[in-house]
C-alpha cells in the first residue's frame, strides 16, 4: 500500500523550503509520496496578502512539476469550512482507500498538537513525521518516543512565506527563494507588491 505524507500550508507562496521538505520526507523515509494540501482561503478572514487558493494551487503546481513523487492537492478547497485535519483525514480515507495516509509537521505544530480537533483519534489511526522548528516551543512529554510519531532529522529551513511576502512589497530580489517556475508566475502577476 502506497504512504501518502500530507504536507499542509497556505503555501503564500510557496518557496524552496516547503520543496527541501517535502523532496527530503520522499527520499529519507519509507513516504512514497507527499501532498502538499493547501489550505483555502477562509472566508471569514480577509487577509489582503492572502493569494486566491487557485493562484496558490499554480504556484505548487509549477513548483512540484519536476519532483514526481511530490504533488500539489486541492482536496480542502470543496470540504465545509474551518478545515479541521481531522476531517479531512477522514474524506481522503475515503476516496482513496488503496493508500495510507501520514501527517508531516514542524515541530511548533506537535506543541500545540493536543489542542487540534480529535487530535486523539488522529495520533491513533495515523503516523506523524515531524521535522526540527528552530524556534519550537519542547515537545511535550506525552508525545516524545510515542510510537506512532518519528521525529525526522530533516534540514531546517530559515525562510518563511511571510517573509518573503514582505520583501516582495520591500522590493527585494527574492528569486533564488522559490522555485523557478513559481518565481516567474509571481513575478508575471505581480503578487504581493502593493
Do not use: C
Not at 93 to 119: I, T, V
Not at 165 to 180: C, D, Q, S, V, Y
Amino acid at each position: 500500500m502506497q504512504k501518502i505524507g500530507l504536507f499542509f500550508g497556505s503555501y503564500n507562496p510557496i518557496h524552496n523550503g516547503h520543496l527541501i521538505l517535502a523532496n527530503h520526507f520522499v527520499e529519507h523515509t519509507d513516504i512514497d509520496q507527499v501532498w502538499l494540501v493547501i489550505t483555502p482561503k477562509s472566508p471569514f478572514k480577509q487577509k489582503q496578502s492572502m493569494l486566491s487558493n487557485h493562484h496558490r494551487l499554480e504556484l505548487v503546481y509549477r513548483a512540484t512539476q519536476e519532483y514526481p513523487k511530490l504533488r500539489p492537492s486541492d482536496i480542502e478547497f470543496g470540504l465545509p469550512t474551518p478545515n479541521f485535519t481531522a476531517d479531512s483525514l477522514i474524506y481522503l480515507e475515503k476516496k482513496y482507500p488503496d493508500k495510507k495516509f501520514a501527517l508531516l509537521m514542524g515541530e511548533d505544530n506537535l506543541a500545540h498538537f493536543h489542542k487540534w480537533k480529535n487530535h486523539e483519534v488522529i495520533l491513533e489511526r495515523y503516523a506523524l513525521y515531524v521535522y526540527p522548528r528552530k524556534e519550537a516551543n519542547p515537545i511535550p512529554a506525552h508525545f516524545q518516543n510515542h510510537p506512532k510519531i518519528t521525529i525526522v532529522e530533516a534540514p531546517e529551513m530559515q525562510v518563511s512565506s511571510s517573509a518573503i511576502r514582505k520583501w516582495i512589497k520591500e522590493g527585494k530580489n527574492i528569486r533564488p527563494l522559490l522555485p523557478p517556475e513559481s518565481w516567474a508566475y509571481l513575478d508575471e502577476m505581480n503578487f504581493y507588491k502593493k
